[in-house]
Each structure stands twice: as C-alpha cells, then as structure tokens.
C-alpha cells in the first residue's frame, strides 16, 4: 500500500522559513508526480506545488518565488522549502502523488507573531 507522511510543520514568524518533508513508500519519488497541497480551515485543499517525474518543479502562483519543491530519490523523500512565510501560508499541508493514494495526517504550518 502507498504511504505518503507528512513532516516539519511548526510555528514560524511572518518572513520566517520551514522546510517539510514527505517521506514516500516504494518507488513513488520516481514514477509519479508528487505535490504538496494545503488547507485552510474552512477552505478546500489546494495544491501549491509539484514535482515530476522527471523532477521538473511547479508552483502555484500563491506560492511562486517563495518556495522550493525538491526530491532526494534515494530517500524516497520530497521536501517543499518555504521562505518568506506569510500568515495567510497557515495551513494544514499534504502531500500526495498523482493519481492520489490515501491522504496522510499533513502537518500544521502556523504563521504568526
């Protein structure tokens, strides 16, 4: 079964940086798209970016310049790298390959002073 787990969230200022990791079962960093997602409370789950599987990066434009979306194949693992954080990046963030496997626990990202 496809596991995706989500980590690395916390409390950050606004302008403040965190970096999560999503650590993937198999083969999954290789084969698949993976992206990160976010959800507000209240809000849908949007994506905010992607990685091929040929490891070309994408980003919403929420979030374009901002973060870094990379892949560690070895680790089977995808981090997204968030810089000049926002209060409006508070989310919960998710990630998940496309087509999508079951949705993990996500980690919560808090961006306050």
């Known amino acids: 079964q496809v596991q995706l787990v989500e980590s690395g969230g916390g409390l950050v200022q606004p302008g403040g940086s965190l970096r999560l990791s999503c650590a993937a079962s198999?083969?999954?960093?290789?084969?698949?798209?993976v992206r990160w997602y976010r959800q507000a409370p209240g809000k849908q789950r949007d994506w905010v970016a992607g990685?091929?599987?040929?490891?070309?990066?994408y980003y919403a434009d929420s979030v374009k310049g901002r973060f870094i979306i990379s892949r560690d194949s070895a680790k089977n693992t995808v981090y997204l790298q968030m810089n000049s954080l926002k209060p409006e990046d508070t989310a919960v963030y998710y990630c998940?390959?496309?087509?999508?496997?079951?949705w993990g626990q996500g980690t919560q990202v808090t961006v306050s002073s």
């Open positions: 998940n390959k496309i087509p999508p496997a079951s």
């Open positions: 198999g083969s999954i960093i290789r084969t698949s798209t």
């Open positions: 990685i091929s599987s040929g490891g070309t990066p």
